[in-house]
């Protein structure tokens, strides 16, 4: 067998290697190995994916693991005592992915709650919960799910997930920015260096830093989880002095998430877009919103490096080129077709960034955000037609990355030629703060922004959804103080979305 063989073959855990090894052997004694924890997500209305990662010393290079592969045993049980285990299994931890595990079990139940472990040597790691989706053609009567973004660490503690485990949802959807390269000068709590990572020894050290934090460690063992990508998580435009960096980091996120869809060390094209069925209530096209856009910097004109930290360019004719994509062209065929043919009762995107035009005037002037899909509006224009030409679903966006909840009713933007009429709920951030000079650009232009019906750039949280046939509620739960490792949570806001109806109401 020639190497590639033996590796893929090595990854896939196929046959018996001479190179694995057990744990005892495989580190330098026999230290704990699941130090970051267990988690479940990418679940399906039949399958599921288990991930723990082997790390006894989680900020060695090696995670204090040998280069060796490793067997890993899994049950899947349906009690909390794993005494009724319905299915076992073996998989390979291998150095080539930071021994980590990505167990993809198919063939189970519909809407049923699971528990799950892994063993290695002695050692057994803390016993995690996950859910199945309800069948792919019931019609449950309710549904509870979560949207969150933006956890940097350095800002406070992810206590917000304390709260989300008690809501209990069937899942969270973490829009993206689940790690910051940054503290962006906080030192509230310090990240495990404050150089950005570049390596990808680097990049695993800091994915272990967050893994190791114990709010967002509950929420992983007992709640799957949809993860996508945004800037702060891989390196954003790379120039081709930075594509190592990037699959590195792209890498590393797939080595500490519980997803599917990776292939190989170095290969970019990561499928991480998932088309999310809740039975025939509810369809989610969560989005890749990083890996296949075009530059957001398209506009030669860099006339305000220090408005909003440099996120905002004058309005230039380039921006509004037909072929400019935010999504790429395989996969804005794929969300058309999900969006014409959806047959659920809510048709819904989930995004990592804002998707309805916000208009900033300043010094006399029209700029744009240069963060998310206002500096593709060609792209908006085709996915918004595909909303309206959807054969049937009451269509909502989901969105977040600006670290402020809001609520807007699209059918109001006063520019007919920008008018989306979709509502859109923005969740605030797990931490991450929005200082002034970001905020400012957005207060300042409330008043031009009609649409915008809440707007709280001050409290960090996330978003509760809970949907049935007839109405949609969206809950922006806000944590009273993220310095607080057991700060209570408020509800801030509630809106209503009645279907078939337009706008929203609020209602608490
Ligand atoms: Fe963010």
């Given at each position: 067998m020639n190497r590639r063989g033996f590796l893929i073959r090595t990854l896939l855990g196929l046959g018996s290697s001479p190179l694995l090894l057990p744990l005892a052997s495989a580190t330098a004694g026999s230290a704990y190995p699941f130090t970051l924890g267990i988690a479940s997500g990418d679940v399906t209305d039949s399958a599921a994916v288990l991930w723990t990662r082997l790390a006894p010393d989680p900020f060695a290079a090696d995670g204090g693991m040998s280069p060796v592969g490793v067997c890993v045993q899994w049950e899947l049980a349906l009690?909390?005592?794993?005494?009724?285990?319905?299915?076992?299994?073996?998989?390979?931890?291998?150095?080539?992915?930071?021994?980590?595990?990505?167990?993809?079990?198919d063939g189970l139940d519909p809407d049923r709650e699971y528990w799950y472990c892994f063993s290695v040597a002695a050692h057994q790691s803390p016993i995690g919960r996950t859910k199945t989706l309800p069948n792919a053609d019931s019609c449950p009567e309710s549904f509870r799910f979560i949207t969150a973004s933006c956890q940097n660490y350095t800002h406070g503690y992810f206590v917000a997930y304390e709260h989300m485990i008690r809501d209990m949802p069937d899942f969270i959807i973490h829009l993206g920015d689940y790690f910051y390269e940054t503290s962006f000068g906080e030192t509230f709590r310090k990240h495990e260096t404050e150089k950005a990572p570049v390596s990808l020894t680097e990049f695993r050290r800091r994915h272990a830093l967050y893994k190791m934090d114990r709010h967002l460690k509950q929420a992983h063992a007992q709640i799957p989880f949809f993860t996508t990508i945004d800037n702060h998580d891989a390196v954003e435009d790379a120039d081709p002095g930075q594509f190592?960096?990037?699959a590195a980091a792209y890498q590393a996120w797939y080595e500490h998430m519980p997803v599917r869809g990776y292939s190989?060390?170095?290969?970019?094209?990561?499928?991480?877009?998932?088309?999310?069925?809740?039975?025939?209530?509810?369809?989610?096209?969560?989005?890749?919103?990083?890996?296949?856009?075009?530059?957001?910097?398209?506009?030669?004109?860099n006339d305000y490096p220090d408005y909003g930290f440099g996120n905002y360019r004058e309005r230039c004719e380039l921006v509004f080129d037909e072929n400019r994509s935010m999504l790429g062209k395989d996969q804005e065929q794929w969300l058309t077709r999900n969006l014409v043919e959806n047959t659920a009762t809510w048709n819904v995107i989930a995004s990592p960034g804002p998707f309805l035009p916000f208009r900033y005037q300043h010094d006399g002037k029209e700029l744009r955000y240069i963060g998310a899909w206002d500096v593709y509006p060609a792209n908006r224009t085709r996915v918004a037609s595909a909303l309206e030409s959807a054969r049937s679903g009451h269509p909502l966006i989901l969105s977040?990355?600006?670290?402020?909840?809001?609520?807007?009713?699209?059918?109001?933007?006063?520019?007919?030629?920008?008018?989306?009429?979709?509502?859109?709920?923005?969740?605030?951030?797990?931490?991450?703060?929005?200082?002034?000079?970001?905020?400012?650009?957005?207060?300042?232009?409330?008043?031009?922004?009609?649409h915008v019906q809440f707007y709280e750039p001050d409290m960090r949280g996330y978003a509760l959804h809970d949907v049935s046939a007839a109405e949609w509620k969206t809950t922006f739960r806000a944590v009273e103080n993220v310095r607080d490792a057991a700060s209570p949570a408020i509800n801030l806001a509630e809106f209503l979305v009645e279907r078939g109806e337009p706008g929203l109401t609020r209602t608490g």
């Open positions: 009690d909390p005592q794993m005494s009724r285990v319905v299915r076992r299994g073996e998989a390979t931890a291998t150095p080539v992915f930071a021994h980590s595990v990505h167990v993809e079990i190592a960096q990037r190989l060390p170095g290969d970019n094209h990561f499928e991480l877009r998932r088309r999310i069925p809740i039975g025939e209530l509810i369809q989610i096209s969560l989005l890749d919103g990083r890996q296949f856009r075009d530059k957001k910097e398209v506009c030669e004109n977040g990355d600006v670290h402020s909840f809001w609520a807007v009713d699209g059918a109001q933007i006063e520019d007919p030629g920008e008018r989306v009429p979709v509502v859109e709920f923005v969740t605030s951030s797990v931490t991450a703060n929005w200082p002034e000079p970001l905020a400012r650009p957005i207060t300042e232009n409330l008043p031009y922004n009609k």
